[in-house]
Nanobody
């Protein structure tokens, strides 16, 4: 129901935009978010946006990443700027009301130094 895309290989300092499109149902009243995971480590929170547009970010990405949504297209985006090698991970989008109950497949972001 959630399909993430936009990952790839980028040099440090570069930018990428991830997209997460919802299919089969609408998530316009849900919180939508992005998480990331490095092999061997726990999945970590990156950013989230409420149905009204309120956002929150992990400290590690504040000022560099921006989450926004287009409810008309049932899509959430993650604009990632000034990427660092430590941002390398598989990024997952998620949606939910009180908890993140819906998850997409991951998209790999690799930042080279």
């Amino acid at each position: 129901q959630l399909q993430a895309s936009g990952g790839g290989l980028v040099q440090a300092g570069g930018s990428l935009r991830l997209s997460c499109a919802a299919h089969g149902r609408t998530f316009s009243t849900h919180v939508m978010g992005w998480f990331r995971q490095v092999p061997g480590k726990e999945r970590e929170f990156v950013a989230q946006i409420s149905w009204s547009g309120s956002t929150s970010y992990a400290d590690s990405v504040k000022g560099r990443f921006t989450i926004y949504r287009d409810n008309a297209y049932n899509t959430v985006y993650l604009q990632m700027n000034i990427l660092k090698p430590e941002d390398t991970a598989v990024y997952y989008c998620a949606a939910g009301s009180s908890t993140f109950d819906y998850w997409g497949q991951g998209t790999l972001v690799t930042v080279s130094s």
